[in-house]
């Protein structure tokens, strides 16, 4: 269960205060597939960030499993980030110096698994998203942009996260490719009851969610 | 994969620039560890010279130098106060004169030659030499050939004498009691030789019937020119009772040498200059000295030059890994961990570029050495060849201290492990800073970055 309460964010710029939030209300329960609409510079990637403790919010709160992880220690907010948390990114973010392989096994290091054993996870959970034995021994920059996206789903998937958050997952792939990279999302929350966020700019897409949210200058539309 | 190999395989993560980054730091640690070389190798050299630096201290008349200057002769008075002078144990006083042919019936047995000519010229009070731009050529040739003088040297001790500070080397005969009042003299080789004269041969001066009692040879032309009297003998028949041209004081340890300059200076006054053997050595030694500052400076500043390149270098990957890092942190990385990668492969370099660094080091550091010392050995002799003219008309008593300066050269540079373990040092605190300042940047990159999009 995800319970955002008048969430408000606001950032200091040199021209004054921009609030990229303004008291926010969702609620969305586990296993749950929702999606976030908006024009630009509504708020939808402030708000990911807040869900997942990448910033803290101006005022508000942010439960998860009825923890506030707003008001949690920075070293707690690491440990949410690496076991509750899966991110999956529009630039896919990957490591650009670690095999595909390695960035998923990087995942399973900081999520606390023992070295011996993060391997064959990380096999596997390539397997799953379609990455053959040789593409995982490559490096990002050799692969396409859709498996080097669907790297980044395995890698968010490594700690069986609680909430997969992403913002704009399909942003930089063709319709086709990025239809492929939802279902597979879609397919993974409903196996792993993981509830997930994304946010997109593809109404298809969204249309296929359970529910869709739309954000409005940081506000949540109705 | 670890936090550790991953900063390793980060630091070859561009070879090129990894590569230069590794090459200047190498130049800087290279020229650390061969600048402690030069340094420690110089100063053991300086420590040397200035430990087997006599005791003595000379004191002469103030302006007086060689049988050039002017001034007075120290009197009997200033000599009692030197021999009263706190920790010094034992006096040699000299005086020096001329002998005129008109003196002696000895033949002088140096030649003038041009040095002593132009010497001479300003005695012979010639009233051709009118005109305001010298003597011109046929003038020279037309005045009779100045006559070179025999010098005397009237002493408390004949063995002040000797140019390599050890006993007098007597050919034949026997020395001479330096206190006595006798009409007897030491000949130099030259001088006895000239004069068909040998021990026990008897020669006037002064008006005096002399006796050879020995024929002595230092191996320096001039002085082997010369006669050794006793020096009351010498003051006596010269008409200068009590008066001495020069002191040479014994002090009693090297640590007091300092303390008697200071008490002599303050009793004499401006009457007298003085100068310590330790002194001598000193100045002879300055230019080592230099040398040790400046390879002190070029170790200090080869320190700073290779801690900023690291740090900037640091300083840069952090900067244009702010998203990674951001990443890193996103997906749980931890403060720690990531600091952890960054300081593991800064160390990488730095431990890479120390190896190629000591090595380089290693291998110039004989040559940096050498060239250092002879370098600035060749751009203080001129001062050198001041001080070795010193040692000539008249200035025999310093006849030892011209021997510390031409072995100044010889200075051997060796890489003792303490100089090592330095360099070592030097270079882990460069890594040192190299990570640290980095790592505080790191530990301030929001895990939003992540975000950001450039
Ligand atoms: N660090 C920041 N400092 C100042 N202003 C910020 C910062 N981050 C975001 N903003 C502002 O907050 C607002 C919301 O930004 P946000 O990135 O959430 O928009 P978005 O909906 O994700 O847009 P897009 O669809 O283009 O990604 C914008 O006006 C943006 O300028
Ligand atoms: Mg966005």
């Known amino acids: 269960m995800l319970e955002v309460k008048n969430l408000t964010k606001s950032f200091e710029s040199p021209s004054g205060k921009v609030t990229a939030l303004e008291n926010v209300n969702i609620s969305i329960k586990t296993g749950e597939f929702a999606s976030i609409i908006g024009k630009s510079g509504s708020g939808k990637s402030t708000l990911l960030s807040m869900l997942g403790a990448l910033d803290t919010p101006t005022s508000g709160s942010i439960k998860v499993d ?26 896919y973010n990957l490591i650009p110096n670690l095999s595909a392989l390695e960035n998923v096994m990087l995942a399973l290091e900081f999520g606390g698994m023992a070295s011996g054993k993060r391997k064959k996870r990380a096999v596997q959970l390539l397997e799953e998203v379609g990455i053959t034995p040789d593409e995982m021994l490559r490096r990002p920059t050799r692969l396409s942009g859709g498996q080097q996206q669907r790297v980044s789903i395995a890698r968010a998937l490594a700690n069986h996260p609680s909430i997969i958050l992403a913002d704009e997952p ?14 597979m999302l879609h397919s993974l929350s409903r196996k792993e009851n993981t509830t997930i966020l994304a946010v997109t700019h593809d109404m298809d897409i969204a249309g296929k969610t359970d529910r869709t949210f739309t954000l409005k200058d940081g506000k949540i539309a109705v | ?36 070389v030069a340094r420690s190798s110089v100063n053991a050299k300086i420590d040397q010279v200035k430990s087997t630096a006599g005791t003595n201290i000379t004191i002469s008349p103030a302006g007086v130098f060689g049988f050039a200057g002017g001034g007075n002769n120290l009197t009997s008075t200033q000599v009692d106060q030197i021999v009263k002078t706190s920790h010094i144990t034992s006096t040699t006083a000299t005086l020096n004169d001329q002998l005129a042919s008109t003196d002696t019936n000895l033949t002088p047995s140096l030649t003038l030659g041009n040095f002593g000519a132009r010497q001479a010229r300003f005695e012979s009070n010639n009233s051709s030499s009118s005109t305001s731009n010298g003597p011109t050529s046929a003038e020279l040739a037309s005045r009779p050939a100045p006559t070179p003088h025999t010098t005397v040297t009237g002493t408390t001790n004949p063995n002040s004498i000797s140019t390599n500070g050890a006993k007098l080397s007597i050919t034949s005969g026997a020395t001479i009691d330096g206190n006595s009042t006798a009409y007897v003299a030491l000949l130099g080789k030259d001088l006895a030789s000239k004069n068909n004269l040998i021990v026990g041969k008897t020669f006037t001066a002064y008006g005096k019937t002399f006796t050879v009692n020995g024929i002595y040879t230092t191996g320096n032309t001039f002085q082997d020119s010369g006669i050794i009297m006793p020096l009351a003998t010498v003051q006596n028949l010269s008409g200068q009772p009590g008066q001495v041209s020069s002191v040479i004081a014994k002090v009693d340890s090297g640590s007091n040498v300092n303390a008697s300059v200071n008490s002599l200076k303050s009793t004499l006054g401006n009457k007298a200059d003085i100068v310590s053997q330790a002194q001598q050595a000193e100045d002879s030694v300055a230019s080592l000295q230099s040398i040790s500052s400046l390879a002190l400076a070029s170790v ?34 931890t403060n720690k961990k990531v600091m ?27 040559p940096m050495t050498s060239s250092l010392v002879s370098s600035s050995q060749n751009s203080s002799s001129s001062s050198q060849l001041i001080a070795r003219t010193s040692g000539g008309p008249g200035g025999f008593i310093r006849g030892g201290f011209n021997r510390v300066g031409s072995n100044l050269t010889q200075v051997t540079s060796s890489i003792t492990p303490q100089v090592f ?24 990159i929001s895990p939003a970055e992540v975000l950001r999009t450039e």
């Open chain 1, 66 to 91: 009825e923890v506030d992880i707003s008001k949690l220690s920075a070293s707690k907010q690491t440990v949410y980030r690496a076991k509750k948390i899966g991110f999956v990114f529009q630039q």
């Open chain 2, 300 to 333: 200090i500043g080869s320190a700073i030059a290779g801690a900023i390149i690291i740090l900037l270098a640091m300083i840069m990957i952090v900067r244009e890994r702010r998203k990674e890092i951001g990443v890193i942190k996103a997906i749980g990385g």
């Open chain 2, 421 to 444: 373990a330095i360099s070592v040092g030097i270079t882990l605190l460069i890594a040192i800073v190299g990570s640290a300042v980095p790592s505080w940047f790191i530990a301030r």
């Open chain 1, 170 to 183: 399909t942003g930089n792939l063709d319709s086709k490719t990025g239809k492929m990279i939802f279902d």
């Open chain 2, 340 to 366: 952890a990668q960054f300081i593991s492969e800064a160390l990488t370099i730095t431990v890479v570029g120390s190896i190629i660094g000591l090595t380089l080091g290693v291998l110039v550091s004989g």
């Open chain 2, 1 to 36: 994969m670890n936090v550790v190999t991953r900063g390793i395989k980060n630091a070859f993560r561009s070879p090129m620039r990894s590569g230069a980054i590794i090459l200047m730091l190498a130049i800087s640690i290279g020229l650390i560890l061969s600048m402690l």
